[in-house]
């Protein structure tokens, strides 16, 4: 036991003289890669700053509008938020700034997006050559996020609109035809019958026309008790009918006006879908009308100010200059250690 531990320390003597004796080969590995690291930091490598910008996101279930209720397909904030990574929106900024260069995977990794799971806060950033390239990206960025949500759902509405009217005007065919059905039929029964009816009643049954037919006659009432008169009175089933054809007629022009009303809509609807698509193909977005079916006006919301750094946060100079002093000394030791283990091996 009392040679092992003789051993190990003869072996770790033999470890720390093999490092004090090759201390400037060590310090010349640190002092190298000190210097190449500042060379990167102040040579090399590009300054980056960084601008960020808040905002907030509430998905309601469901959003009114002149062409009725549009229902989101999902309330999860992150689905749009995440629309902002979209190869779309990221080529659009891109050549709204006219970044030839730049690719799309390369600006991707330019932005941030950070945001609590039960918040509705947000925070997008985006870094740039400098200050004001990484506000001005950031900018960009954030109107095309917004014009591709309001353009996306939009265009979703829409679509959902005019499929909804379709089903509603099959409807309202099917119940103007019945409805014209059953008013004929009334129609028809309505002509074969008369508007008053003749019924035959006791004179004494009316005491005040007895009274006086007697006194016309000179007798008196109770001579009258079996006489009969004749009495047209209006039929109650003709009335009935009547009236029905009344309410019938006027259901009808309310079908008639319902149809007219949801072809009109259906017409603006497909009008402004085909605007819109015409934009999502060429651009051209002269012929929208922005508050039309605008369902993402009260959802999706920025701040007014953007937050931009005055100092680089890339690259890290200390941090780097560090990795690079500690990294030199490791390969110190290790080329120490190889050759006295290549001299002692001789």
Do not use: C
Not at 123 to 140: C, D, N
Not at 199 to 228: C, H
């Amino acid at each position: 036991m009392e040679d092992r531990q003789y051993e190990d320390e003869i072996s770790l003597k033999e470890l720390i003289m093999a490092l004090i004796k090759n201390w400037k080969l060590i310090v010349a590995f640190i002092v190298v890669a000190g210097v190449l690291a500042l060379g990167y930091v102040m040579v090399i490598a590009d300054e980056v700053y960084e601008a960020s910008l808040e905002g907030s996101i509430s998905v309601p279930e469901s959003v009114r509008t002149r062409y009725g209720s549009y229902s989101f397909p999902t309330t999860d904030k992150m689905d749009f938020l995440n629309v902002v990574y979209s190869n779309k929106v990221i080529q659009e900024t891109i050549d709204d700034l006219g970044l030839m260069e730049a690719t799309v995977n390369g600006f991707k990794n330019a932005i941030t997006l950070e945001t609590e799971e039960k918040s509705t806060r947000f925070t997008f950033k985006v870094t740039g050559g400098s200050p004001e390239e990484a506000e001005l990206r950031l900018l960009t960025l954030a109107e095309n996020l917004e014009d591709e949500l309001r353009i996306i759902h939009k265009e979703a509405a829409l679509i959902s609109f005019i499929r909804d009217y379709g089903v509603s005007y099959k409807n309202l065919e099917e119940n103007l035809l019945q409805t014209q059905t059953q008013l004929e039929e009334i129609q028809e029964e309505f002509a074969d019958i008369e508007s008053v009816i003749t019924l035959r009643k006791l004179v004494t049954s009316d005491p005040v026309y007895a009274a006086e037919l007697a006194q016309n006659r000179g007798v008196r009432i109770e001579e009258l008790s079996e006489e009969m008169m004749l009495e047209e009175v209006i039929n109650p089933h003709y009335d009935a009918l009547q009236g029905t054809l009344i309410n019938l007629r006027k259901e009808i022009q309310n079908i008639v006006r319902a149809m007219e009303k949801n072809l009109r809509y259906t017409d603006e609807l497909k009008a402004e879908l085909s605007n819109v698509q015409a934009y999502v193909l060429s651009g051209d977005g002269s012929k929208m009308d922005k508050d039309m079916v605008a369902v993402m006006e009260t959802t999706l919301h920025f701040s007014a100010s953007t937050n931009v750094s005055d100092h680089p946060i890339a690259p890290k100079k200390a941090l780097t200059l560090a990795i690079a002093l500690v990294l030199g000394a490791m390969l110190g030791v290790f080329v120490a250690f190889f050759k006295e283990y290549w001299q002692n091996s001789n």
